[in-house]
Structures are given as structure tokens and as C-alpha cells.
């Protein structure tokens, strides 16, 4: 009895070790592959900025393509936001911008990737009816699994500056956390 | 490796093609700013409000200010209407507010205001609302959504038979809260003219209460503070009225207080009170204004206007609201009674009462001669309408002292006209006939 205790923990040792062998496998080979996503979730203003807008839902569209170095990628990364104010102020923002992946040397069954970025980010502004592009940057993290040999499904959390003191008369930026699901697929380019 | 460096390349063409072309608005500081800035009064006057003539001392008994549509046979059989006061105040609670349409503001607003002289409201200041701001352009009409406008100091009487008794105090729910008072916002509508037309049951005169920028607003955000200032006739314009209903089978009558009819003429037994809220609005930018001071011995101790244009005739009406609906003649016909419910009381009433009124009706039809009474009954109501539809306030208006001296102040730049008018006003009364030219050869410039 005490050996056949024994001998399934053993077992399941080695079963465990196995799979996460796998997974490591398997996590870098589907990080290398070119990837088109989409996510939808909470978007929310924040700092001064949330004085002045309440959250939303915001959806976005994501295309990331392979880099020379194996734990670098680069992502193109735009979605659609929009905020409604107390008042009758209302914001749509469509962000496009260019960011960099970092996955973490973390042997984890999950992926972990850091990401920065920058680009610019369309505003259109009610009832004022002003219409422009600002510059923007971007930190944000995200962890993923595979959900097949196609399909991964990630959790995001993304920070979005979008820089406006260095116009005339301006007093602050604008300040937004993108929280989202996303779901992304592997191509064989 | 190479292709993969011209992978990254073309990501960084589309990177920097992005980067051009910023805009120039902050427009995060732009949404932390107002820039707009409403200021509602309720004076008639844009400068100095008349104080002498403000009767708003609760211990004055109101019977004096009551409307003539208020039944007086009613009254004098009552032992209690010395208890009628004038109000003590006035609340009214503002949903919405949007220029040309546009929404600017959807801030809730509730004002309770003394009706006191030296309240910012009744003293010129004004009172500033909460609103953001529009967009660059051009605005000729503010709309004012108005829930409810409440005077206090309403009373209900309960018929004994013979007399009305003092029976309580009537109460309106204003902000969550029973309050005493009376709404006069439900009856803004117009007698006959609204009811008779196929849109009757759509058909609302204070939701929005529609009030035009003489003048124009030019709202550019170049401007640190735009002022539009909103004038509501308020101070010396208000009057007491009946209102008669049924409470199971009981005869009863609530006394309460809203604006003048002046311009619409209330009649007895009617419980629409006609669009009797005359508003203006007027807007400046602070810093590019300018000072009309005159003196005009002609216009000693009347009321002077200054206007962008020489259309005085609807600053007035020829002649008063009164005379106006009488005008109207046999097509002004009596009001039906409504049944009023299974009460042996309230229903014999109610046939005593349509009795009477089928012999005014037939007494007022006797009166016409034509041969096409349907279309002589709207011809009638529709003169009516046309001579009472366009009366408006004047943007700046005062009253010149003993000596003929006035002054307006914050003067939007432009060509105006001044006109005085002869007669002082009245209490509770607007203007009637003709207003006076003083410079219409010479149009005062404000730089």
C-alpha cells in the first residue's frame, strides 16, 4: 500500500515535469509566430483624467510580427474608445500605435509578456467638435495561454499616456488604464 | 535576417507617418474647462432692477394680487382669505440646458430662492448655473428644460355648502421632498389655440422653454469667459389663481401663485394659464465690452431698451392681453365642466354646471353672423395668436432716472437702437403700445 502511495506520487512528480517541459516547448514556439488578435474590456480613465470622464467598454485589434531576437516582438496595436462625461463632454479615441514584447524568462505554464510602445492617438471631442491626433505612449503587461495549436487567450493590462502639455494653454495629458481579454491567433507566415 | 530588417523599417515609416500631423487643441484641458458661463436672473430689468415696487412682503394679504380669472364669489363667501399671503419664495428645478438644440449642459439644478430684493437672483447679480461648453459657432436660441416651477404659500379650500373653509396648505414633491407649494409648470400651456390643434396632446410650451440671444452669441474657445445671461420675469410678475377640482365629491378650490397672465389673458374657470413666461437671453465676453451711458430728458423715470435692430413693435403689444382675448369675440366660448366622479354631490354639479354652460355657449354663438363657423373659429384664434406670439423682452433694458440718465453695462459690440417708453410699468404688467425712438438716426457704436 505504502508503495503504490509512493509510486503515484511519483508518478504525478514526472507527469507534472513532463507537461511543464511541453509548455516551455510549446510557449516558445507559438511566441515566434506572427499573431492578429482581438480584445474587448474595460476602459477606464484615470488620474486627472478621471475626474473628467467615466469608464467604458472598449474594443481594439492587434497584429504583432516576429523580431531576429526570440523574446522580442513588435505589435501594432489600435482600438475604439469611448467616454461619456458627468456632463454632456464626451470623448472617442481610436489609439494606434507600435509597441515592443518582452516575454519574461518566467518558467510558468502561462506566458508573461512586458510591452511598451508608442503612436498616436485620434480624439474627436463633444460637444466642442474638436478633431485630432495626439502623440501617445504605452506600458502594459499581458499573460497568455494557448487554447490550441491556433488560438492563445490572454489577460491585458495596458496604461495609455496621451501627451498634450506641450501645446499652448494645456494644463495635463490625458491619463486611461485599457483592462481587457483578448483572443489571438498564430499564422504560419 | 534582411527581411526581416525591412520588416522593421516598414514598421517604423508607419510609426513616424503616424507621429505627423499632432493637433493643436488641448483637449484635456479643454475638457476641464469652462469657458461658458450661464447666468440665470429673474428680473425683467438687464440693469438696475426696480426695488420700490416689489411686493413680495408676506404680510401683504394676497386678495389684491389675485388674477381676475379667480372666481370672486368664491372668495368673498370664504371667511379665511385674509389668510392668503404672497409667496415667501420660489423654487424651480432645471434638467437641461442646450443652445441651438445642442446639448450643453444635462446637470441637474435645483434653486429654492426667497423672493427677496436683495437675493443675487432678484438683485442683477444673477445666479450661475452648470453647463460645459458648446462648440465654436454661432447660437441665436437657448433652451431651458424646466421640470417644475413651484411658488409656496399655496392653500386648499374645501367647500362646506354654503362657504369654503381653510381646509391645509398644498404640497408638491420638488427635489425627493414634499414641499409646500404649488407647480404652475403642468398649466403653461395655451388656452384654446394649443388645445383646438391635432398636435394638442404633444404639444409643451416650457419643456424646453425656448429663449431667444437677441443679438446672437458668437461662442469662440479663443475667449477665456463667454457670459450668456438668461432673464426670466419673475420679480413683480406674479399673481394668485384658482384652481378647482373635486376630492371625493367635494367641491374644492386651491389658491396659488404663478406668472402674470398679462399677455395671455386668463379667464375664469380655465386652468391652462397660457405661455405666460417671458424670458430673453443675451451674451457678452468679458473684456470686449462696452458702456452705452446717455442722458435723455424725454425718458425721465421710464423704462429705456437698447436693441441690435429697429423691430420695437415686438418689444410690445398694441394693446393689453385682456383687451386682446376679448377681442376675439364669439368664438371665445364658454369652458365645458368636467365630470368629476361617482359622487351624488360632484356628479349634480356637474349637470348644473353643463346646463349653464350650454346657455353661455349658445349665448356667445348667437353673437356670430358668418356663414363658416369652423373657419371663422380658427381665423379668430389664429389673430389672437399672431398678436400675442412675438412679444419678446428687450436684451437691455432699464429705467432712466428723474433726470433722464441711464446706463448699460457689458454691451455686446454692435449697432443699437434706444426706445423709451412712455408710460412707467405697472406691477405685473409688461408693455403696451408703441415704444419711443430716441436715437434711431443714430445708432450707438460700442467699440
Same mark, same amino acid.
Given at each position: 500500500?505504502?508503495?503504490?502511495?509512493?509510486?503515484?506520487?511519483?508518478?504525478?512528480?514526472?507527469?507534472?515535469?513532463?507537461?511543464?517541459?511541453?509548455?516551455?516547448?510549446?510557449?516558445?514556439?507559438?511566441?515566434?509566430?506572427?499573431?492578429?488578435?482581438?480584445?474587448?474590456?474595460?476602459?477606464?480613465?484615470?488620474?486627472?483624467?478621471?475626474?473628467?470622464?467615466?469608464?467604458?467598454? #472598449?474594443? #481594439?485589434?492587434?497584429?504583432?510580427?516576429?523580431?531576429?531576437?526570440?523574446?522580442?516582438?513588435?505589435?501594432?496595436?489600435?482600438?475604439?474608445?469611448?467616454?461619456?462625461?458627468? +456632463?454632456?463632454? #464626451?470623448?472617442?479615441?481610436?489609439?494606434?500605435?507600435?509597441?515592443?514584447?518582452?516575454?519574461?524568462?518566467?518558467?510558468?505554464?502561462?506566458?508573461?509578456? +512586458?510591452?511598451?510602445?508608442?503612436?498616436?492617438?485620434?480624439?474627436?471631442?463633444?460637444?466642442?467638435?474638436?478633431?485630432?491626433?495626439?502623440?501617445?505612449?504605452?506600458?502594459?503587461?499581458?499573460?497568455?495561454?494557448?487554447? +490550441?495549436?491556433?488560438?492563445?487567450?490572454?489577460?491585458?493590462?495596458?496604461?495609455?499616456?496621451?501627451?498634450?502639455?506641450?501645446?499652448? #494653454?494645456?494644463?495635463?495629458?490625458?491619463?486611461?488604464?485599457?483592462?481587457?481579454?483578448?483572443?489571438?491567433?498564430?499564422?504560419?507566415? | 535576417?534582411?527581411?526581416?530588417?525591412?520588416?522593421?523599417?516598414?514598421?517604423? *515609416?508607419?510609426?513616424?507617418?503616424?507621429?505627423?500631423?499632432?493637433?493643436?487643441? &488641448?483637449?484635456?484641458?479643454?475638457?476641464?474647462?469652462?469657458?461658458?458661463?450661464? /447666468?440665470?436672473?429673474?428680473?425683467?430689468?438687464?440693469?438696475?432692477?426696480?426695488? $420700490?415696487?416689489?411686493?413680495?412682503?408676506?404680510?401683504?394679504?394676497?386678495?389684491?394680487?389675485?388674477?381676475?380669472?379667480? !372666481? $370672486?364669489? =368664491?372668495?368673498?363667501?370664504?371667511? %379665511?382669505?385674509?389668510?392668503?399671503?404672497?409667496?415667501?419664495?420660489?423654487?424651480?428645478?432645471?434638467?437641461?440646458?442646450?443652445?441651438?438644440?445642442?446639448?450643453?449642459?444635462?446637470? @441637474?439644478?435645483?434653486?429654492?430662492?426667497?423672493?427677496?430684493? %436683495?437675493?443675487?437672483?432678484?438683485?442683477?447679480?444673477?445666479?450661475?448655473?452648470?453647463?460645459?461648453? &458648446?462648440?465654436?459657432?454661432?447660437?441665436?436660441?437657448?433652451?431651458?428644460?424646466?421640470?417644475?416651477?413651484?411658488?409656496?404659500?399655496?392653500?386648499?379650500?374645501?367647500?362646506?355648502?354654503? /362657504?369654503?373653509?381653510?381646509?391645509?396648505?398644498?404640497?408638491?414633491?420638488?427635489?425627493?421632498? !414634499?414641499?409646500?407649494?404649488?407647480?404652475?409648470?403642468?398649466?403653461?400651456?395655451?388656452?384654446?389655440?394649443?388645445?383646438?390643434?391635432?398636435?394638442?396632446?404633444?404639444?409643451?410650451?416650457?419643456?424646453?422653454?425656448?429663449?431667444?440671444?437677441?443679438?446672437?452669441?458668437?461662442?469662440?474657445?479663443?475667449?477665456?469667459?463667454?457670459?450668456?445671461?438668461?432673464?426670466?420675469?419673475?420679480?413683480?410678475?406674479? =399673481?394668485?389663481?384658482?384652481?378647482?377640482?373635486?376630492?371625493?365629491?367635494?367641491?374644492?378650490?386651491?389658491?396659488?401663485?404663478?406668472?402674470?397672465?398679462?399677455? @395671455?389673458?386668463?379667464?375664469?374657470?380655465? %386652468?391652462?394659464?397660457?405661455?405666460?413666461?417671458?424670458? /430673453?437671453?443675451?451674451?457678452?465676453?468679458?473684456?470686449?465690452?462696452?458702456?452705452?451711458?446717455?442722458?435723455?430728458?424725454?425718458?425721465?423715470?421710464?423704462?429705456?431698451?437698447?436693441?441690435?435692430?429697429?423691430?420695437?413693435?415686438?418689444?410690445?403689444?398694441?394693446?393689453?392681453?385682456?383687451?386682446?382675448?376679448?377681442?376675439?369675440?364669439?368664438?371665445?366660448?364658454?369652458?365645458?365642466?368636467?365630470?368629476?366622479?361617482?359622487?351624488?354631490? %360632484? /356628479?349634480?354639479?356637474?349637470?348644473?354646471?353643463?346646463?349653464?354652460? =350650454?346657455?353661455?355657449?349658445?349665448?356667445?354663438?348667437?353673437?356670430?353672423?358668418?356663414?363658416?363657423?369652423?373657419?371663422?373659429?380658427?381665423?379668430?384664434?389664429?389673430?389672437?395668436?399672431?398678436?400675442?406670439?412675438?412679444?419678446?423682452? *428687450?436684451?437691455?433694458?432699464?429705467?432712466?432716472?428723474?433726470?433722464?440718465?441711464?446706463?448699460?453695462?457689458?454691451?455686446?459690440?454692435?449697432?443699437?437702437?434706444?426706445?423709451?417708453?412712455?408710460? &412707467?410699468?405697472?406691477?405685473?404688467?409688461?408693455?403696451?403700445?408703441?415704444?419711443?425712438?430716441?436715437?434711431?438716426?443714430?445708432?450707438?457704436?460700442?467699440?
Amino acid at each position: 500500500m505504502r508503495n503504490r502511495l509512493l509510486l503515484s506520487v511519483l508518478a504525478l512528480m514526472f507527469i507534472f515535469a513532463a507537461m511543464d517541459l511541453s509548455a516551455a516547448v510549446s510557449r516558445k514556439k507559438y511566441f515566434n509566430k506572427p499573431q492578429l488578435g482581438i480584445w474587448y474590456g474595460p476602459v477606464t480613465p484615470i488620474l486627472k483624467t478621471g475626474e473628467l470622464l467615466e469608464p467604458d467598454m #472598449g474594443v #481594439g485589434l492587434f497584429f504583432r510580427y516576429n523580431l531576429p531576437f526570440d523574446s522580442v516582438k513588435l505589435g501594432l496595436d489600435t482600438s475604439y474608445q469611448e467616454y461619456k462625461s458627468k +456632463g454632456v463632454n #464626451g470623448l472617442t479615441m481610436f489609439p494606434v500605435y507600435m509597441n515592443a514584447l518582452y516575454l519574461l524568462p518566467i518558467d510558468l505554464p502561462v506566458r508573461l509578456q +512586458g510591452k511598451a510602445g508608442a503612436g498616436m492617438c485620434k480624439l474627436y471631442m463633444e460637444p466642442d467638435g474638436i478633431n485630432q491626433w495626439d502623440p501617445m505612449l504605452m506600458v502594459g503587461a499581458e499573460v497568455s495561454f494557448p487554447a +490550441g495549436k491556433l488560438a492563445n487567450i490572454a489577460l491585458r493590462v495596458d496604461y495609455l499616456f496621451i501627451y498634450e502639455e506641450y501645446m499652448n #494653454g494645456a494644463t495635463q495629458n490625458g491619463h486611461f488604464i485599457n483592462a481587457a481579454i483578448s483572443l489571438y491567433f498564430n499564422f504560419n507566415l | 535576417m534582411n527581411i526581416n530588417k525591412y520588416k522593421i523599417l516598414l514598421f517604423s *515609416a508607419f510609426a513616424m507617418l503616424l507621429f505627423a500631423g499632432c493637433g493643436a487643441e &488641448p483637449i484635456f484641458t479643454e475638457l476641464s474647462t469652462n469657458r461658458l458661463k450661464i /447666468v440665470i436672473k429673474g428680473t425683467l430689468e438687464s440693469e438696475d432692477p426696480v426695488t $420700490d415696487t416689489f411686493d413680495f412682503t408676506p404680510a401683504v394679504p394676497a386678495a389684491s394680487y389675485a388674477d381676475d380669472s379667480v !372666481d $370672486d364669489e =368664491k372668495i368673498t363667501d370664504q371667511e %379665511s382669505i385674509d389668510n392668503d399671503f404672497m409667496p415667501s419664495k420660489f423654487m424651480f428645478d432645471i434638467s437641461e440646458i442646450k443652445l441651438n438644440g445642442k446639448a450643453i449642459g444635462n446637470y @441637474r439644478q435645483v434653486l429654492t430662492i426667497p423672493l427677496n430684493d %436683495s437675493e443675487p437672483f432678484f438683485d442683477g447679480k444673477g445666479i450661475t448655473l452648470k453647463n460645459d461648453d &458648446p462648440g465654436n459657432g454661432s447660437y441665436n436660441t437657448v433652451q431651458l428644460y424646466i421640470r417644475k416651477m413651484i411658488f409656496d404659500g399655496a392653500r386648499i379650500y374645501r367647500s362646506t355648502g354654503t /362657504v369654503l373653509d381653510f381646509e391645509e396648505l398644498a404640497q408638491v414633491i420638488f427635489h425627493e421632498d !414634499d414641499v409646500y407649494g404649488f407647480n404652475f409648470n403642468n398649466l403653461q400651456v395655451n388656452s384654446y389655440w394649443d388645445s383646438l390643434h391635432d398636435n394638442a396632446s404633444s404639444t409643451i410650451r416650457i419643456y424646453p422653454l425656448e429663449i431667444p440671444i437677441i443679438g446672437g452669441m458668437n461662442y469662440d474657445r479663443s475667449n477665456d469667459e463667454t457670459i450668456l445671461e438668461i432673464r426670466i420675469v419673475i420679480k413683480n410678475f406674479i =399673481k394668485m389663481y384658482e384652481y378647482d377640482y373635486y376630492d371625493e365629491g367635494i367641491f374644492k378650490v386651491c389658491h396659488f401663485y404663478g406668472l402674470s397672465d398679462w399677455l @395671455r389673458d386668463v379667464r375664469a374657470d380655465e %386652468s391652462d394659464m397660457g405661455r405666460n413666461i417671458h424670458a /430673453v437671453a443675451r451674451a457678452y465676453v468679458p473684456g470686449k465690452t462696452g458702456t452705452i451711458t446717455r442722458t435723455d430728458v424725454s425718458a425721465a423715470n421710464c423704462y429705456v431698451m437698447a436693441i441690435p435692430d429697429t423691430n420695437e413693435e415686438l418689444y410690445s403689444i398694441t394693446s393689453s392681453g385682456s383687451a386682446l382675448r376679448t377681442s376675439v369675440g364669439w368664438a371665445d366660448l364658454p369652458v365645458a365642466p368636467v365630470y368629476s366622479g361617482a359622487h351624488i354631490e %360632484s /356628479v349634480l354639479d356637474y349637470y348644473c354646471n353643463y346646463e349653464e354652460y =350650454k346657455y353661455s355657449w349658445n349665448d356667445k354663438y348667437d353673437d356670430y353672423t358668418g356663414s363658416d363657423p369652423f373657419t371663422d373659429y380658427i381665423a379668430a384664434w389664429e389673430t389672437y395668436e399672431g398678436s400675442v406670439e412675438n412679444f419678446r423682452i *428687450a436684451p437691455y433694458l432699464t429705467v432712466a432716472d428723474g433726470s433722464g440718465n441711464y446706463i448699460f453695462n457689458n454691451v455686446q459690440p454692435g449697432t443699437y437702437y434706444i426706445y423709451y417708453h412712455s408710460a &412707467p410699468l405697472n406691477n405685473r404688467e409688461l408693455f403696451v403700445g408703441s415704444w419711443n425712438s430716441i436715437n434711431s438716426e443714430t445708432p450707438v457704436t460700442v467699440p
